[in-house]
Protein backbone atom coordinates (compact mmCIF):
# COMPACT_ATOMS: atom_id res chain seq x y z
CA UNK A 1 0.00 0.00 0.00
CA UNK A 2 0.97 3.19 -0.92
CA UNK A 3 0.56 6.25 0.98
CA UNK A 4 -0.52 9.93 0.23
CA UNK A 5 -1.71 13.13 1.50
CA UNK A 6 -4.70 15.36 0.65
CA UNK A 7 -4.48 18.89 0.64
CA UNK A 8 -6.95 21.44 0.15
CA UNK A 9 -7.01 23.97 -2.54
CA UNK A 10 -7.93 26.93 -0.27
CA UNK A 11 -6.03 28.56 2.22
CA UNK A 12 -2.21 29.42 2.82
CA UNK A 13 -1.99 25.83 2.40
CA UNK A 14 -3.28 26.44 -1.47
CA UNK A 15 -1.90 29.05 -2.63
CA UNK A 16 0.69 27.56 -5.51
CA UNK A 17 3.62 28.33 -4.19
CA UNK A 18 3.41 27.51 -0.67
CA UNK A 19 1.72 24.33 -2.28
CA UNK A 20 4.84 23.30 -4.29
CA UNK A 21 7.26 24.03 -0.35
CA UNK A 22 4.69 20.88 0.85
CA UNK A 23 4.76 18.63 -2.08
CA UNK A 24 8.70 18.58 -1.91
CA UNK A 25 8.75 18.19 1.65
CA UNK A 26 6.73 15.38 1.34
CA UNK A 27 8.58 13.46 -0.87
CA UNK A 28 11.65 13.99 0.71
CA UNK A 29 9.79 12.88 4.02
CA UNK A 30 8.76 9.76 2.09
CA UNK A 31 5.37 10.35 0.76
CA UNK A 32 4.31 9.16 -2.77
CA UNK A 33 1.15 10.77 -4.01
CA UNK A 34 -0.25 14.36 -3.18
CA UNK A 35 -3.79 14.57 -4.35
CA UNK A 36 -5.35 18.21 -4.32
CA UNK A 37 -9.31 19.17 -4.01
CA UNK A 38 -10.85 20.87 -7.01
CA UNK A 39 -13.26 23.58 -6.32
CA UNK A 40 -13.90 27.11 -7.74
CA UNK A 41 -15.22 28.13 -4.48
CA UNK A 42 -13.77 25.96 -1.71
CA UNK A 43 -16.90 24.35 0.26
CA UNK A 44 -15.55 25.94 3.59
CA UNK A 45 -17.06 29.45 2.23
CA UNK A 46 -16.83 32.43 0.02
CA UNK A 47 -14.35 33.68 2.70
CA UNK A 48 -11.88 30.66 1.78
CA UNK A 49 -8.51 32.17 -0.25
CA UNK A 50 -9.11 29.29 -3.48
CA UNK A 51 -6.55 28.67 -5.39
CA UNK A 52 -6.77 27.02 -8.85
CA UNK A 53 -5.22 23.45 -8.21
CA UNK A 54 -4.17 22.74 -12.01
CA UNK A 55 -1.78 25.44 -11.45
CA UNK A 56 -0.65 24.21 -8.40
CA UNK A 57 -0.27 20.95 -10.16
CA UNK A 58 2.23 22.37 -12.36
CA UNK A 59 4.34 23.64 -9.17
CA UNK A 60 4.23 20.29 -7.57
CA UNK A 61 5.86 18.90 -10.87
CA UNK A 62 8.51 21.25 -10.76
CA UNK A 63 9.50 20.83 -7.54
CA UNK A 64 9.33 17.49 -7.30
CA UNK A 65 11.05 14.63 -8.81
CA UNK A 66 9.12 10.85 -8.20
CA UNK A 67 5.87 11.22 -5.79
CA UNK A 68 2.80 10.77 -8.25
CA UNK A 69 0.15 13.56 -8.37
CA UNK A 70 -3.11 14.73 -9.17
CA UNK A 71 -6.70 16.08 -8.32
CA UNK A 72 -9.04 14.45 -6.14
CA UNK A 73 -10.90 14.98 -7.85
CA UNK A 74 -11.77 16.60 -10.85
CA UNK A 75 -15.79 17.70 -11.53
CA UNK A 76 -14.93 16.77 -15.43
CA UNK A 77 -18.65 17.91 -16.27
CA UNK A 78 -17.75 21.67 -15.87
CA UNK A 79 -14.28 21.44 -17.92
CA UNK A 80 -14.01 20.87 -21.73
CA UNK A 81 -12.49 17.58 -22.48
CA UNK A 82 -10.16 18.79 -24.81
CA UNK A 83 -8.83 21.43 -22.50
CA UNK A 84 -8.26 19.07 -19.64
CA UNK A 85 -6.35 16.69 -22.05
CA UNK A 86 -4.29 19.31 -23.51
CA UNK A 87 -3.51 20.04 -19.42
CA UNK A 88 -2.78 16.51 -18.70
CA UNK A 89 -0.37 16.24 -21.81
CA UNK A 90 1.55 18.95 -20.27
CA UNK A 91 1.99 17.80 -16.87
CA UNK A 92 2.66 14.34 -17.83
CA UNK A 93 5.81 15.64 -19.61
CA UNK A 94 6.41 18.45 -17.14
CA UNK A 95 6.51 15.57 -14.52
CA UNK A 96 8.34 12.96 -16.33
CA UNK A 97 5.36 10.65 -16.29
CA UNK A 98 3.84 11.09 -12.41
CA UNK A 99 0.39 12.56 -13.03
CA UNK A 100 -2.71 11.13 -12.69
CA UNK A 101 -6.24 12.28 -13.93
CA UNK A 102 -8.92 11.80 -11.15
CA UNK A 103 -12.25 12.66 -12.19
CA UNK A 104 -15.60 12.63 -10.89
CA UNK A 105 -19.24 13.79 -11.68
CA UNK A 106 -18.62 16.51 -8.74
CA UNK A 107 -21.67 17.35 -6.24
CA UNK A 108 -23.96 20.36 -5.44
CA UNK A 109 -21.80 22.12 -2.43
CA UNK A 110 -19.45 23.16 -5.47
CA UNK A 111 -20.29 26.90 -5.98
CA UNK A 112 -18.64 26.14 -9.13
CA UNK A 113 -22.11 24.09 -10.36
CA UNK A 114 -24.64 26.06 -7.92
CA UNK A 115 -23.54 29.63 -9.00
CA UNK A 116 -22.62 29.58 -12.77
CA UNK A 117 -25.36 27.63 -14.24
CA UNK A 118 -23.36 24.40 -15.21
CA UNK A 119 -25.44 21.39 -14.78
CA UNK A 120 -26.74 20.21 -11.83
CA UNK A 121 -28.83 17.34 -12.39
CA UNK A 122 -26.92 14.22 -11.49
CA UNK A 123 -28.15 11.88 -14.89
CA UNK A 124 -27.08 14.39 -17.12
CA UNK A 125 -23.71 15.19 -15.09
CA UNK A 126 -22.80 11.95 -15.14
CA UNK A 127 -23.08 11.61 -18.75
CA UNK A 128 -20.88 14.27 -19.08
CA UNK A 129 -18.31 12.76 -17.19
CA UNK A 130 -18.60 9.68 -19.49
CA UNK A 131 -18.66 11.12 -22.73
CA UNK A 132 -15.48 13.68 -21.12
CA UNK A 133 -13.72 10.16 -20.24
CA UNK A 134 -13.95 8.87 -24.15
CA UNK A 135 -13.20 12.16 -25.25
CA UNK A 136 -9.68 12.25 -23.17
CA UNK A 137 -9.16 9.12 -23.57
CA UNK A 138 -9.36 9.32 -27.17
CA UNK A 139 -7.01 12.52 -27.81
CA UNK A 140 -4.56 10.84 -24.91
CA UNK A 141 -4.19 7.65 -27.76
CA UNK A 142 -2.01 10.17 -29.88
CA UNK A 143 -4.05 8.84 -33.24
CA UNK A 144 -6.75 10.33 -35.51
CA UNK A 145 -9.77 10.33 -33.04
CA UNK A 146 -12.92 11.84 -33.41
CA UNK A 147 -16.73 11.76 -31.29
CA UNK A 148 -20.17 11.89 -31.69
CA UNK A 149 -22.11 11.48 -28.34
CA UNK A 150 -25.26 13.38 -26.50
CA UNK A 151 -23.47 16.09 -25.16
CA UNK A 152 -20.11 16.07 -27.28
CA UNK A 153 -18.99 16.07 -30.95
CA UNK A 154 -15.58 16.91 -32.09
CA UNK A 155 -14.23 16.66 -35.79
CA UNK A 156 -11.62 14.60 -36.21
CA UNK A 157 -8.14 15.82 -34.57
CA UNK A 158 -4.48 14.29 -33.28
CA UNK A 159 -3.00 15.16 -29.95
CA UNK A 160 0.14 15.10 -30.36
CA UNK A 161 3.16 14.66 -28.04
CA UNK A 162 1.69 11.15 -26.78
CA UNK A 163 1.88 10.67 -23.26
CA UNK A 164 5.07 9.42 -21.78
CA UNK A 165 2.86 7.00 -19.63
CA UNK A 166 1.61 3.84 -21.27
CA UNK A 167 -1.24 2.99 -22.63
CA UNK A 168 -2.00 6.27 -21.09
CA UNK A 169 -2.28 8.17 -18.65
CA UNK A 170 -3.81 7.02 -15.71
CA UNK A 171 -7.41 8.05 -15.07
CA UNK A 172 -8.93 7.00 -11.33
CA UNK A 173 -12.87 7.72 -10.53
CA UNK A 174 -14.38 9.15 -7.43
CA UNK A 175 -17.16 8.45 -5.71
CA UNK A 176 -19.02 7.31 -2.88
CA UNK A 177 -19.36 4.03 -1.60
CA UNK A 178 -21.86 1.78 -1.63
CA UNK A 179 -22.97 3.27 -5.10
CA UNK A 180 -23.09 1.32 -8.16
CA UNK A 181 -22.51 4.22 -10.36
CA UNK A 182 -18.95 4.95 -9.55
CA UNK A 183 -17.79 1.82 -8.73
CA UNK A 184 -19.49 0.60 -12.55
CA UNK A 185 -17.31 3.81 -14.02
CA UNK A 186 -14.22 3.05 -11.76
CA UNK A 187 -14.29 -0.55 -13.27
CA UNK A 188 -13.71 0.69 -16.83
CA UNK A 189 -10.49 2.77 -15.97
CA UNK A 190 -7.49 2.31 -13.71
CA UNK A 191 -8.56 3.10 -10.29
CA UNK A 192 -11.56 4.13 -7.57
CA UNK A 193 -10.94 6.26 -4.50
CA UNK A 194 -13.90 6.17 -2.07
CA UNK A 195 -15.06 7.45 0.36
CA UNK A 196 -18.54 6.65 2.52
CA UNK A 197 -21.37 8.67 3.01
CA UNK A 198 -22.37 7.53 6.00
CA UNK A 199 -19.62 5.71 8.71
CA UNK A 200 -16.12 5.49 8.44
CA UNK A 201 -15.04 2.58 5.61
CA UNK A 202 -13.58 -0.69 6.90
CA UNK A 203 -11.74 -3.52 5.61
CA UNK A 204 -14.97 -5.49 5.24
CA UNK A 205 -16.14 -2.79 2.66
CA UNK A 206 -12.97 -2.45 1.00
CA UNK A 207 -13.18 -6.51 0.43
CA UNK A 208 -16.88 -6.00 -0.75
CA UNK A 209 -15.53 -3.35 -3.05
CA UNK A 210 -12.53 -5.49 -4.24
CA UNK A 211 -14.69 -8.67 -4.90
CA UNK A 212 -17.24 -6.42 -7.08
CA UNK A 213 -14.48 -4.67 -8.97
CA UNK A 214 -12.98 -8.33 -10.14
CA UNK A 215 -16.91 -9.59 -11.31
CA UNK A 216 -17.15 -5.86 -12.83
CA UNK A 217 -13.21 -6.61 -14.57
CA UNK A 218 -12.10 -9.98 -14.87
CA UNK A 219 -9.35 -9.05 -12.38
CA UNK A 220 -7.68 -6.69 -9.95
CA UNK A 221 -4.41 -6.13 -12.43
CA UNK A 222 -3.45 -2.68 -12.90
CA UNK A 223 -5.94 -1.55 -10.92
CA UNK A 224 -5.75 0.76 -8.11
CA UNK A 225 -8.08 1.38 -4.74
CA UNK A 226 -7.71 4.60 -2.68
CA UNK A 227 -9.64 5.08 0.45
CA UNK A 228 -9.02 8.85 2.41
CA UNK A 229 -8.20 8.78 5.76
CA UNK A 230 -8.78 11.19 8.40
CA UNK A 231 -5.22 12.53 10.11
CA UNK A 232 -3.91 10.36 12.54
CA UNK A 233 -4.24 9.82 16.04
CA UNK A 234 -1.77 10.00 18.71
CA UNK A 235 -2.25 6.60 19.48
CA UNK A 236 0.76 5.20 16.72
CA UNK A 237 0.61 1.47 16.91
CA UNK A 238 -3.67 1.39 16.79
CA UNK A 239 -2.76 3.52 13.49
CA UNK A 240 -0.44 1.49 11.86
CA UNK A 241 -2.79 -1.95 12.46
CA UNK A 242 -5.94 0.04 10.41
CA UNK A 243 -3.08 0.50 7.56
CA UNK A 244 -2.19 -2.97 7.90
CA UNK A 245 -5.92 -4.78 7.77
CA UNK A 246 -6.69 -2.09 4.79
CA UNK A 247 -3.64 -2.92 3.06
CA UNK A 248 -4.51 -6.46 3.20
CA UNK A 249 -8.01 -5.68 2.55
CA UNK A 250 -6.75 -4.56 -0.95
CA UNK A 251 -5.95 -0.85 -0.95
CA UNK A 252 -2.96 0.02 -3.27
CA UNK A 253 -3.48 4.17 -1.49
CA UNK A 254 -4.04 5.38 1.28
CA UNK A 255 -4.50 8.80 1.12
CA UNK A 256 -4.42 10.93 4.88
CA UNK A 257 -6.05 14.13 4.90
CA UNK A 258 -4.05 17.53 5.86
CA UNK A 259 -6.20 20.33 7.67
CA UNK A 260 -7.18 23.28 5.93
CA UNK A 261 -4.83 25.25 8.03
CA UNK A 262 -2.04 27.37 8.54
CA UNK A 263 1.11 26.69 6.13
CA UNK A 264 3.55 26.22 9.48
CA UNK A 265 1.24 23.71 11.14
CA UNK A 266 0.61 21.62 7.68
CA UNK A 267 4.18 21.67 6.99
CA UNK A 268 4.63 19.85 10.23
CA UNK A 269 2.12 17.03 9.86
CA UNK A 270 3.85 16.30 6.15
CA UNK A 271 7.06 15.99 7.52
CA UNK A 272 6.12 13.07 10.23
CA UNK A 273 6.18 11.17 6.97
CA UNK A 274 3.81 8.43 6.33
CA UNK A 275 2.79 5.68 8.88
CA UNK A 276 4.87 2.82 7.51
CA UNK A 277 3.55 -0.75 7.93
CA UNK A 278 6.47 -2.81 6.90
Sequence with gaps: MKFAIAISNAGETGHPRQMAELAHIAEESGWEGIFLEDYIIHWSGPESETYDPWICLATIAMRTEHIRFGNMVTPLPRRRPWKVARELLSLDHLSNGRVVLGAGSGHNVDPGFNN??????????????????????????????SYTGEVYRIEEMVFHPRPIQQPRIPIWIGG???????????????????????????????????????ELRGTLQGFDLGIGGSSRTDDIQRDREKMQAFAAAGVTWWNEFMPQGRFDEVRKLIARGPILIG
Excluded: H, Q
Excluded at 129 to 143: A, H, P, V, Y
Excluded at 179 to 199: C, I, N, S
Design 116 to 145: TGEVIDPKRRARRLDEGLEIINGLLSGEPF
Design 176 to 214: AWPKKGPLKRAARWDGYFTFKEEGAMTPEDVVAICRAST
